[in-house]
């Protein structure tokens, strides 16, 4: 999952939009191209454009990790729908267009709105009980049929054929839809805002909460205008779905950081601790299954990313690999057989202390590593004064083991490489500090000593250098 299928579907709906401006040019219908044109056709392919996109990752991807995100592609169903379904204005008879307004609202009204706000009251923590799920589709549903039978009533009359009041049913069609974008979009979304701003204050969810608000507001407002400007909150769809975009970037990366970091730590605690780390890798185990939500079948997915992980690392490290592989196939089928989270989890465990094991009894892996270890922290602290019997320790080798091999891989001393790291630092430094504070900082307690390093590997004076870079500067 190294990016979002973004351009899945684009050339499916650049195609319809060519095809319907030919086909409104060739018609003439004599539409405005700065208003009703952007309006009926482009800002609602534009904008479906965008919430298709986030559809996919919903449907492809994040199906995958937690089952309240379902919710928000039923949602993102209903939206592209009646987003799309604007253009039955252009291409339909009226009453076709109407029978497609009825199936939009109802959809809109009675479906995806409620989904979206049981999944963003679940995503901000709150307990949501089935009475909470029944009632807030109900409602949903009572204002769109509302809205379809007041609609019918000022113009079909499909269903109240036989009233003969001096009612304007589209005038009340679109209060309801007025009292829908208040009752189902501005009044939650903006108490779910508070209290998320004054809580977790999770970003994702502040954008997609941002983004159901900004639509409720620019529905009221465009239907409640005098005269009315339907077209607004089609307008406004668009940066909706740049809100939404931006929250599932972040998902991306946050999704992809977590468990990517879990199993970055748990390959590198294999392979750099040389007893059995069981205290650690147990507490990585039980973060990933937070990260997991919850659902046993993406803590199973997890579990196998890492397994094979693990295996390749010992793989890498000298093991057998004909063996490994078969030792692999065997954890794998027995994890997917298994119901029981806690079975999973002592299968990850037990597989990775024993490969863990492996690596450390591979004399080729355990010198490479020890090196490696070695750099890691000389480059994180070269400016302290540390002794090599100390660092051979850290180590784990002996000094006369740690200081050959050093010399084999990085083909220099151990004192030779932190040299190096100093005068590479010092070199940033002098631009802006002194002499003297250069040496302190990069860990030389005589700066004449320090000169006088620094010369032989430059060939320049500190001074001179500051020179030099003064002139290049000016």
Same mark, same amino acid.
């Given at each position: 999952m190294n990016s979002l299928p973004v351009f899945f579907g684009r050339d499916f709906l650049i195609i319809t939009l060519q095809k319907a401006c030919f086909s409104i040019i060739k018609s003439n219908l004599g539409l405005e191209l700065s208003q009703e044109l952007f309006e009926y056709v482009l800002a609602p392919i534009v904008s479906a454009q965008l919430f298709f996109t986030i559809l996919l990752y919903f449907t492809i991807v994040r199906k995958r990790i937690a089952a309240d995100y379902s919710l928000y592609s039923i949602f993102l169903i209903s939206f592209v729908v009646f987003l799309l379904g604007r253009m039955a204005w252009v291409f339909l008879s009226e009453k076709g267009a109407i029978t497609i307004l009825y199936i939009r609202m109802v959809l809109l009204l009675g479906i995806g709105i409620p @989904?979206?706000?049981?999944?963003?009251?679940?995503?901000? &923590?709150?307990k949501v009980s089935k009475s909470f799920c029944f009632y807030t589709y109900a409602v949903g549903m009572s204002l769109g049929v509302a809205y379809v039978l007041l609609y019918d009533y000022g113009t079909l009359r499909w269903f109240l054929e036989g009233?003969?009041? %001096?009612? %304007? &049913?589209v005038h009340w069609a679109h209060k309801i839809q007025i009292i829908s974008g208040v009752v189902q979009l501005i009044i939650p979304c903006t108490y779910l805002i508070g209290k998320e701003l004054l809580g977790k204050r999770q970003l994702k969810l502040l954008l997609f909460l941002s983004g159901g608000c900004l639509f409720g507001l620019t529905l009221v407002i465009g239907v409640g205008a005098e005269p009315q400007f339907i077209g607004l909150y089609y307008f406004a769809s668009i940066p909706v779905g740049m809100l939404w975009i931006w929250a599932v970037a972040l998902d991306i990366k946050e999704m992809k950081g977590?468990? &990517?970091?879990?199993?970055?730590e748990l390959s590198l605690l294999i392979k750099s601790d040389l007893g059995m780390p069981t205290k650690k890798i147990k507490s990585l185990l039980e973060n990933l299954e937070?990260? @997991?939500?919850g659902n046993l079948e993406v803590y199973k997915m997890r579990v196998r990313e890492i397994l094979n992980s693990l295996t390749d690392t010992t793989i890498e490290a000298g093991g057998d690999t004909e063996k490994l592989l078969q030792r692999n196939e065997e954890r794998t089928h027995a994890i997917q057989e298994s119901s029981d989270v806690n079975q999973v989890k002592e299968i990850l465990f037990n597989e990775a202390v024993e490969l863990s094991e492996i690596i450390a009894k591979n004399p080729s892996q355990r010198n490479a590593l020890a090196v490696k270890k070695v750099v890691d922290y000389l480059k994180e602290s070269f400016a302290e004064d540390i002794s090599i019997d100390t660092i051979a320790e850290m180590a784990g080798l002996s000094k006369a083991h740690l200081m050959r091999e050093f010399k084999k891989t990085m083909d220099c001393t151990i004192l030779q490489y932190q040299t190096k790291l100093r005068i590479e630092a010092s070199q940033h430094l002098l631009k802006n500090n002194s002499v003297s504070d250069t040496a302190y900082d990069v860990g030389y307690s005589n700066p004449n000593y320090f000169s006088t390093v620094f010369r032989k590997v430059t060939g320049k004076s500190p001074v001179e250098y500051q020179a030099i870079y003064k002139e290049v500067e000016n």
């Open positions: @989904s979206l706000l049981i999944a963003a009251t679940k995503q901000a &923590g709150i009233i003969h009041d %001096n009612i %304007n &049913g977590k468990a &990517g970091l879990l199993k970055e937070d990260v @997991s939500y």
